[in-house]
């Protein structure tokens, strides 16, 4: 069973930047879909990147496009997302994902919920001034 922990989250300014990392444990199949997702109070949630981890494909939403980036470590233990220039609208609690494909993903061109099984607990992140 894959377990997903999450942490990093915190406080930023706007502009600013902050790395949220998923620490990933109980699969060693490197063909996974590895995913980030957020959701603010009141909204729904909302694929922000993934990874298919294989393929070294990676996407991204329209919203965050540019200024996110998703990683992986060698080892596939970690699953990092670094945020830049950071905007009040990416408060949002995080969640980190995973999944054995990417394929709904692929087609729409951005993270899809439903290509993923497995979900961590969520970290906080608020960008305020």
């Known amino acids: 069973q894959v377990h997903l922990e999450e942490s990093g989250g915190g406080s930023v300014q706007p502009g600013g930047s902050l790395r949220v990392t998923c620490t990933v444990s109980g699969y060693t199949d490197s063909r996974y879909c590895m995913g980030w997702f957020r959701q603010a109070p009141g909204k729904e949630r909302e694929g922000v990147a993934s990874?298919?981890?294989?393929?070294?494909?990676?996407y991204y939403s329209e919203s965050v496009k540019g200024r996110f980036t998703i990683s992986q470590d060698n080892d596939n233990t970690t699953l990092d997302l670094q945020m830049s220039n950071l905007k009040p609208e990416d408060t949002a609690m995080y969640y980190c994902?995973?999944?054995?494909?990417?394929?709904?993903?692929?087609?729409?061109?951005?993270?899809?919920?439903?290509?993923?099984?497995?979900w961590g607990q969520g970290t906080r992140v608020t960008v305020s001034s």
């Open positions: 994902a995973a999944g054995e494909h990417c394929i709904s993903t692929q087609i729409a061109g951005a993270p899809r919920a439903g290509d993923f099984r497995d």
């Open positions: 990874l298919w981890t294989v393929y070294g494909l990676k």
